[in-house]
């Protein structure tokens, strides 16, 4: 129950005090009843805080209490009304964490605002989220909490969100004060962003990490240290994704540079998936707030597009909550397969993404024909803190240069392949018997039956083996590989008998059934016209 006296709309049958339970085609949401300050007028707090007229500093607090139950909401919304010459907004919050019985999830809660153009999905009035990462934030004009978006506080109905994620058998008492300093606003300072292009090689191969996590959102890195350590881990390109915000967008024009390109986007981290929108237009926000019966996602696939931006479904397998993809994969220029130190549930995205190159290649499926044919694999660190390591894995990616367009055109073609570290290089084509020629992501464009050899060099894999994989499965391994790392593997076959094939090198198998770690695969080479 609320136990603020500014919020007295009470719902006696659910013990909470609330104004709407609404569902407009997006995730059921909550809003209490508000919280009302002075107009402009501040009085002295309960807690000492400081009074004066409007325009003059002061303080001036509330504290809300309420306890939420099991099956609430996915967003609760606690109005905020606020006077003018406010000049920063502070909030605070905790709640209980109650023992619960094993294997039942326990309470976690998160937090975020919307200003005063209000909370509307895929709105303007987003102001910054920091999920379950921070106890409390500011927001003023020249500055907020890392996760916030800067600017003038304005007067009128904000709101603070609230995301319970789950929820104990005991429910989830919260308590969240609220505090406003009156005066003169801060200068407000405008964004500068990132450089689309760095030097770059020409048409080259170049390496990068596109999922990374900085203390913008849960990650515990500054910009300046991620940027150091994908320079170390011989990084051509990174993306910033951090977690439902765009707040770190505006932090990287400094850490760029001619050997570092770097692409702005988001993870968009909803209750039934993470997604990706990499290379984004900066200062792009993507909202995060439905789920896949909600038949939203569609809208905001195509907003990412419109921003410039590719449509990466992130460890479509994971076994976090919340984490697995249930969005399907109609509306994605690539699935990240590989996500951060070689595990189980890489494997099974792995096979989970064969299956697909196995279906696109299916008589009657042909290129152009619906969506697109198949669907690239890539992978990435998603890197939060120490010990995670930047560029492990990474994506190699044949582009035309250092530039956020020939890097998405390359990913999006799927001109890539995926390496454990800098260390790992591979080479991989398809000949025919009259010249033709095709690299990774390309087709080789040969008769049914007409021979075709299939080419792979490795170096930087000692001790690995290398496997050719087409749609009838593992058909060819070598022996392992020398202690140099260095070897090359040749394979003949016809597009009768393979319609792709795709590389793989791997360490030695671990425990049984469960093959060796990945340390490098390919996209795949069409054989066939």
């Not at 055109?409 to 033709?436: D, H, I, N, W």
Request: charge should be negative; aromatic fraction near 8%; hydrophobic fraction near 35%.
């Amino acid at each position: 129950m609320c136990e603020d006296d500014h919020a007295r709309d009470h719902d006696p049958a659910s013990g909470l005090a609330r104004r709407a339970l609404f569902a407009t085609g997006a995730a059921a949401a909550l809003t209490l009843g508000s919280v009302t300050f002075s107009d402009g007028t501040p009085a002295e707090a309960a807690d000492g805080g400081t009074g004066g007229s409007g325009g003059t500093a002061g303080t001036e607090t509330r504290t809300v209490r309420g306890t939420l139950p099991t099956g609430s909401p996915d967003f609760v919304y606690l109005p905020v009304e606020l006077p003018h010459d406010v000049r920063e907004l502070r909030v605070a919050y905790s709640y209980d964490r109650p023992s619960v019985p094993a294997g039942t999830a326990g309470n976690a809660l998160d937090i975020g605002v919307f200003d005063q153009r209000g909370t509307e999905l895929g709105g303007k009035g987003f102001r910054g989220w920091s999920g379950g990462a921070r106890t409390e934030f500011f927001v003023r004009a020249d500055d907020a909490t890392p996760g916030y978006i800067p600017g003038t506080v304005k007067a009128g109905t904000w709101y603070i969100a609230l995301g319970p994620y789950t929820v104990s058998p005991q429910g989830l008492a919260y308590e969240i004060t609220i505090t406003l300093t009156y005066g003169e606003p801060g200068e407000a300072v405008d964004p500068v962003y990132p450089p689309e292009r760095a030097k770059g090689r020409g048409r080259a191969w170049y390496r990068g990490d596109c999922h990374l996590h900085t203390w913008y959102s849960d990650g515990r890195r500054t910009p300046a240290e991620i940027a150091a350590l994908a320079r170390a881990a011989g990084l051509d390109f990174i993306n910033s994704s951090d977690h439902n915000t765009h707040a770190a967008h505006a932090h990287w024009a400094d850490q760029a540079g001619d050997d570092l390109l770097v692409m702005v986007g988001e993870e968009v981290t909803t209750r039934n998936g993470h997604v990706v929108a990499l290379g984004t237009d900066p200062g792009t926000f993507v909202d995060w707030r439905y789920r896949a019966r909600d038949n939203r996602f569609g809208k905001y696939a195509r907003q990412i597009r419109r921003a410039g931006g590719l449509v990466v479904p992130a460890h479509p397998h994971a076994t976090c909550v919340g984490c697995n993809w249930k969005f399907g994969f109609a509306e994605a220029d690539a699935v990240e397969v590989w996500n951060g130190a070689y595990s189980p549930e890489d494997e099974v995205a792995l096979a989970d993404w064969d299956g697909m190159l196995v279906a696109s290649v299916r008589e009657g499926v042909r290129e152009g024909a619906g969506s697109r044919a198949w669907i690239p694999a890539m992978g990435n660190s998603d890197a939060h803190r120490d010990p995670d390591q930047v560029g492990v894995p990474q994506t190699v990616v044949l582009a035309d240069d250092l530039t956020r367009e020939a890097i998405q055109e390359g990913l999006r073609a799927g001109r890539s392949y995926v390496a454990e570290s800098k260390s790992v290089t591979l080479a991989f084509s398809a000949s025919g018997p009259k010249g033709e020629h095709a690299d990774i992501g390309g087709r080789l464009k040969v008769a049914k039956d007409a021979p075709v050899t299939i080419r792979l060099e490795v170096t930087g894999a000692p001790n690995c083996t290398a496997r050719l994989v087409t749609d009838q499965g593992v058909l060819f391994t070598s022996g392992a590989l020398p202690a140099t790392g260095t070897g090359l593997v040749e394979w003949r076959t016809t597009a009768q008998y393979a319609a792709y094939v795709r590389a793989e090198v791997r360490h030695e198998a671990g425990q049984a059934p469960l093959p060796g770690a990945l340390a490098a695969f390919t996209n795949p080479i069409f054989l066939g016209r």
